[in-house]
Structure formats: C-alpha cells, structure tokens
C-alpha cells in the first residue's frame, strides 16, 4: 500500500474507532508528527471525507470531534478493496 494510501486508511480508521481523539493522540499512536497529522486532516476535510465539529470537553476546553462522512466511509472501502486486490495478486 503506498505510504500516503496507508496513512489515510489508518487516519480514517483511528477517526471512525475515535471521533474525539486529538491530533497530539493520533500522531503519538501512528508514530508520525503532529504536524503530518495536521496536514492530512486537512485534505481529508478538503476531499470532503471527515467533517469537525466542536464540542467543550471535561476541562472546559474546545475540542474537536473528526466525523467521516459518506464520502469518507466510500473511501476506506475502496483502499480497502485495493490494499486486498494487490495482496491476492501477490498470493
């Protein structure tokens, strides 16, 4: 699976396990910085695959909520179906 398809599958996967999960907890648990985490949220919100919302957390701080979108559980279908097509290839 290419680098980029890898770490959007597991973005979105994360995301969908744990919509209110923060950039600072996805980036320590895909072992990337925060910043890369950052990035591709953003193209992920761009492409029209998650959607944020804002919520006030336990310590009265402003959080974030990552929702997938129709568009965005397509999408992990797809790699998905992609990422088994190449393996079945390979076997």
Request: hydrophobic letters at 35%; proline letters at 3%; aromatic letters at 8%.
């Given at each position: ?15 969908e396990a744990n919509p209110e999960i923060s ?37 009265n701080k402003l959080a974030y909520a990552y ?12 790699i998905t179906s992609r990422y088994l097509k ?6």
């Amino acid at each position: 699976m290419p680098d980029n398809e890898q770490t959007t599958y597991r973005l979105i996967k994360a995301l969908e396990a744990n919509p209110e999960i923060s950039q600072r907890q996805l980036a320590r648990g895909m072992g990337i910085s925060l910043g890369k985490v950052n990035y591709c949220l953003k193209g992920l919100l761009e492409k029209g695959l998650i959607k944020v919302r804002n919520f006030r957390n336990s310590q009265n701080k402003l959080a974030y909520a990552y929702l997938l979108t129709p568009r965005g559980i397509e999408a992990k279908a797809q790699i998905t179906s992609r990422y088994l097509k190449r393996r079945m290839e390979e076997y």
